[in-house]
Nanobody, 116 residues
Framework: QRQLAESGGGSVQAGGSLRLSCATSGSGFSINIMGWYRQAPGKQRVLVADITRSGSTNYADSVKGRFTISRDNAKNTVALQMNSLKPEDTAVYYC??????????WGQGTQVTVSS
């Protein structure tokens, strides 16, 4: 079974940058889509960006042009470069890996706080 671990969260002022990384461990299935989701206090968890094994990407409208997702298929890692951060980007960010048969695996989350 795969396990995911996020790193790179923290506190930053508006306009700053952070880079999140997600490493996977274990085995048992081949990863298809990897992505980042976020959940702000009192709100639902929503998609930020995801990327297929072939490199096709998908972004939430709110982060287009500011965030970039990338992955390393050989290492089964995914990263999220976040630039021009805004206070509304404050949330817990979760990494997700989806197997080819549609099973989702989640990390524990990492806090991102953007102050104005």
């Amino acid at each position: 079974q795969r396990q995911l671990a996020e790193s790179g969260g923290g506190s930053v002022q508006a306009g700053g940058s952070l880079r999140l990384s997600c490493a996977t461990s274990g085995s048992g299935f081949s990863i298809n889509i990897m992505g980042w989701y976020r959940q702000a206090p009192g709100k639902q968890r929503v998609l930020v960006a995801d990327i297929t094994r072939s490199g096709s990407t998908n972004y939430a409208d709110s982060v287009k042009g500011r965030f970039t997702i990338s992955r390393d298929n050989a290492k089964n890692t995914v990263a999220l470069q976040m630039n021009s951060l805004k206070p509304e980007d404050t949330a817990v960010y979760y990494c997700k890996a989806q197997s080819w048969n549609g099973v989702d695996y989640w990390g524990q989350g990492t806090q991102v706080t953007v102050s104005s």
